[in-house]
C-alpha cells in the first residue's frame, strides 16, 4: 500500500509500505480522507515540539489524524458490534485507562497511551476504542472532520460560556472556525473573529460572525472594545497559534473574562505578561490540549455544524508534500487528503 513517511524535515515521501495486520483489539480502516492539521506543517518542517518526546518514533514515521474510512478487517477479541463496510472516523489515539491520569479523569495525559497516528496512507490500523461508527446523514469528508470537532468541542467547555455571552476568537482556521459554531450553540450571543486573510473573514461572516477584524489594518484590542461599549469579550479563544496574539488576548477580555490559549506555539517560546493585569482584573488564562471524553458528543455534531463549506480543497496522498510545503501561507480553511 501507499503511505506518506517523513523521513525529517522538509522530507515527506510517498512510499509503499506493507499492509497493516490489527491485532488483538485493533480494527483494520481503509482511508477514505485525512485532514492536515495545523500541527501537520510544524512536523513537516521540524518546528513540532513534540518531536523530541521520548515515545515519538524515530524517522521513518506515518503520520496523520483526522482520518475517515470503511473497515476492511477486525482484530479478535472486540467488545463492539463493529463490522466490515461500515462507515467510521477515528481518534488517533487509545488510552491505558489504568494509569494515575486515567483514573483521574485526565485520559489525554495518558502515561501509557497508544498512537495511531497514520492517516496519510491507504489502509491503517486502530485501537477499538478509538474507532466511531459514523451516523448515516454523515459523509466520510464530514467524518473526516471529527477531530477537530472534538477539539474545539473542548475549547468551548473551557471557555465558560452560557447563553448571551460575547465571545472574541483570534485566527479564523479550522478551529477557530469551529469554536465560533460552537460557542453560537453554547449561547454566545454575539462573536467577534479576528484573521488577517479576507478569505477567513469571508467565511467567518457566513457562518455566522457578528464582526471580522483584520487585526494588520485595525488595532484588534481597541476595535473589539468599541464593540463591546469599552468593557471587552467574556470569553477569548486564541485560535492563531501565535505567541504574540495569545497576548493580545489578555487585552481582549472583560473583568473576569475567561481566556483560552488553544493554539500550539513553539516549545522555546516565553511570553511576558503583567501578573498584575490579571489580579486587577480577575482573568482566567486556560490552555487546550485534544479532547478527553469528547468524541461521542463531537460525533453528535458533525450533521449539525456547517462543515462542508470549511471543506476547501482535497489533494491526492502523491501531492501531500506540497500541501504540507504549502499550508502556512494557504487560504484555505481545512484540506483534506485522498489515498
Known amino acids: 500500500m501507499k503511505a506518506a513517511l517523513t523521513y525529517g524535515p522538509f522530507d515527506v515521501r510517498v512510499e509503499e509500505v506493507a499492509e497493516p495486520t490489527p491485532g488483538p483489539g485493533e480494527i483494520k480502516v481503509k482511508i477514505a480522507y485525512c485532514g492536515i492539521c495545523g500541527t501537520d506543517p ?43 463496510g461500515q462507515r467510521v472516523a477515528m481518534n488517533f489515539r487509545t488510552y491505558c485507562g489504568k494509569c494515575y491520569y486515567c483514573r483521574s479523569m485526565r485520559e489525554h495525559q495518558c502515561e501509557h497511551l497508544t ?3 497514520a492517516g496519510f496512507a491507504e489502509y491503517a490500523v486502530y485501537g477499538e476504542a478509538a474507532v466511531y461508527p459514523l451516523p448515516d446523514d454523515v459523509s466520510l469528508e464530514r467524518g473526516a472532520m471529527l477531530e477537530p470537532v472534538t477539539i474545539a468541542t473542548h475549547a468551548v467547555d473551557q ?9 472574541a476568537i483570534c485566527g479564523g482556521g479550522t478551529i477557530g472556525l469551529l469554536v465560533m459554531q460552537i460557542a453560537m450553540r453554547a449561547g454566545a450571543a454575539r462573536v467577534l473573529v479576528s484573521d488577517p486573510m479576507p478569505e477567513k473573514r469571508e467565511m467567518a461572516k457566513k ?51 475567561t481566556v483560552v490559549w488553544a493554539g500550539i506555539y513553539p516549545e522555546e517560546a516565553e511570553l511576558a505578561i503583567t501578573p498584575f493585569h490579571l489580579f486587577a482584573n480577575e482573568l482566567t488564562v486556560r490552555s487546550t ?30 501531492d501531500i508534500a506540497k500541501a504540507l510545503a504549502g499550508r502556512k501561507n494557504s487560504t484555505a480553511v481545512k484540506i483534506l487528503v485522498r489515498p
Request: proline share 7%; net charge negative; with cysteine.
Open 42 to 84: 510544524d512536523i513537516y518542517d521540524g518546528s513540532f515540539g513534540l518531536l523530541k518526546a521520548p515515545w515519538w518514533p524515530p524517522a521513518p514515521f506515518t503520520t496523520g489524524h483526522e482520518a475517515s474510512g470503511v473497515i476492511v478487517e477486525l482484530g479478535s477479541g472486540l467488545v463492539g458490534d463493529h463490522k466490515v
Open 115 to 117: 498512537s495511531y497516528e
Open 159 to 167: 471557555g465558560d460560556i452560557c447563553p448571551g455571552k460575547t465571545v
Open 207 to 257: 457562518l455566522g460572525a457578528d464582526w471580522t477584524i483584520d487585526p494588520l489594518a485595525e488595532a484588534l484590542e481597541t476595535a473589539g472594545r468599541a464593540l463591546t461599549d469599552g468593557r471587552g469579550f467574556d470569553t477569548v479563544f486564541e485560535c492563531s497559534g501565535k505567541l504574540a496574539v495569545a497576548k493580545q488576548c489578555l487585552g481582549l477580555a472583560d473583568k473576569c473574562g
Open 289 to 318: 490540549t485534544l479532547a478527553p471524553y469528547v468524541f461521542p458528543r463531537a460525533l453528535k455534531l458533525l450533521s449539525k455544524l456547517e462543515l462542508d463549506p470549511m471543506i476547501s480543497e482535497i489533494v491526492p496522498l502523491e
